[in-house]
């Protein structure tokens, strides 16, 4: 694993001078998407006014970090984007575990749509939530009626990328720094290219 942390730098180091953009995917087809399966013990809604606090308790450490229920309204709940049948819970005994939303983007076309802060809580991992938010928020991207899907994601989130890889979303080079770092990910997931 140091090693790959090493590696991370071989390309110019993220300093508040020069930041390391976060990576790009995108799957430029909506056909043929995942199917929803949802695991026994879970279930999947929308967005209710309140779900602000189960919100942030998802995304910390996983999507940013020091998240509060104004900082969630400023960048999620009272954004013009924002819709609340757009933004996706998974539950466990009716507690929100993991979510996901979709989203507009100004800075990609308007046939994308946007795959946006998708996480689960760690003790729920490994159970196949992450292939059920890829799929309910690529569903949603259609449904939309946009005609690709594109997200951003972080170096060290590879069981992320992963499952974003399994429903059908392929690395986007959009700066110097990503073909490098997406040849490390792929090593360190032992994914030939």
């Not at 087809?29 to 998802?58: F, K, N, S």
């Not at 539950?91 to 979510?99: L, N, Q």
């Not at 507009?104 to 946007?114: E, R, Y």
């Not at 399994?166 to 073909?179: D, F, I, M, Q, V």
């Amino acid at each position: 694993m140091l090693n790959w942390l090493k590696s991370l730098f071989k390309s110019p180091p993220q300093t508040s001078s020069n930041p390391r953009p976060q990576l790009e995917m995108i799957r430029d087809h909506l056909d043929d998407l995942p199917d929803i399966y949802i695991p026994d013990g879970y279930a999947v809604r929308t967005y209710r006014p309140g779900d602000e606090p189960a919100w942030c308790r998802i995304m910390e450490g996983h999507v940013g970090e020091n998240w509060t229920i104004e900082k969630c309204r400023d960048r999620l709940t009272q954004n013009e984007r924002f819709k609340p049948e757009n933004l996706f819970f998974i539950t466990h005994e009716d507690r929100p575990v993991a979510s996901t939303c979709a989203w507009t983007s100004d800075k990609v076309d308007p046939d994308t749509g946007l795959v946006h802060m998708v996480a689960a809580l760690p003790e729920h991992r490994g159970k196949g939530l992450g292939h059920l938010l890829n799929a309910l928020v690529l569903h949603r991207i259609k449904e939309l009626g946009h005609q690709k899907a594109h997200l951003l994601t972080d170096d060290w989130r590879l069981a992320a990328v992963k499952s974003y890889l399994t429903a059908g979303l392929r690395p986007l080079n959009t700066h110097e720094s990503h073909p490098e770092r997406w040849e490390t990910i792929f090593k360190e997931l032992g994914i030939e290219e």
